[in-house]
């Protein structure tokens, strides 16, 4: 059973314009919440994150949102550039111990 | 100061070898944790190791072992390989309050 789920395998966004990644999931003990960027041939590094006692959190360009009623966070990222292309994975920490990831999402920002 | 690095960054081995992979993690940090990242999915945690000893483990068959040494580095063996273990194997450090880094991966083919 898939605990974190990223529905869109790929997103193509133009340059310039807003891209949104969604990720859902299914536990609401969950209380913290992360986004990573990963290029290829290179290691997923963090991005940005959000506790569950927040529905927002913002960092330059990037912004997560977080719907505790619909289990579902998005990162929305303003504006888009063509170094933002990259597989983005949703994650929550479970235990304190160790990270679940959802499947990813590859965002193209086209020029 | 060196990030977390991971070798081989490549390795090719036939149904039922055993391989090793090694793991330094980044420098003041005490913990390793691997994960396997399948083609197409987000990575899947293997287990964690803390003060040299196995702390949490995910659901993985006991084909999949591993060690940490004294100097916090950490090996990941796969003993009897399967076709299905072909992906990229990544080590993640951490130290308590400041999130995990992650190397490269080895990426392994089981032919």
């Known amino acids: 059973d898939q605990q974190v789920k990223q529905n869109s395998p790929s997103l193509s966004v133009q340059e310039g314009r807003i891209s949104i990644l969604n990720c859902d999931y299914t536990?609401?003990?969950?209380?913290?919440f992360l986004w990573y960027k990963k290029y290829p041939a290179e290691g997923p590094t963090f991005l940005i994150s959000?506790?569950?006692?927040?529905d927002k959190n913002e960092d330059g360009r990037f912004t997560v949102f977080l719907n505790k009623s619909a289990k579902h966070l998005s990162l929305h990222i303003v504006p888009s550039q063509p170094g933002d292309s990259a597989v983005y994975f949703c994650?929550?920490?479970?235990?304190?111990?160790?990270?679940?990831f959802g499947q990813g999402t590859r965002l193209t920002i086209n020029p | 100061d060196a990030g977390v690095t991971q070798s081989p960054t490549h390795l090719i081995k036939t149904r039922g070898q055993q391989v090793t992979l090694r793991c330094s993690p980044k420098s003041g940090h005490d913990t390793v944790s691997w994960y396997q990242q399948a083609l197409g999915q987000g990575p899947q945690f293997i287990f964690q190791y803390y003060e040299e000893e196995e702390r949490q483990r995910g659901n993985f068959p006991d084909r999949f072992s591993g060690h940490q040494f004294p100097n916090y580095s950490s090996e990941l063996n796969v003993n009897a390989l399967l076709l299905g273990d072909s992906a990229l194997y990544l080590c993640a450090s951490s130290l308590v309050g400041q999130g995990w880094y992650f190397g490269a991966g080895t990426r392994l083919s089981v032919l």
């Open positions: 536990n609401s003990m969950f209380d913290y």
């Open positions: 959000i506790s569950s006692i927040k």
């Open positions: 994650a929550v920490i479970q235990g304190a111990q160790k990270l679940v």
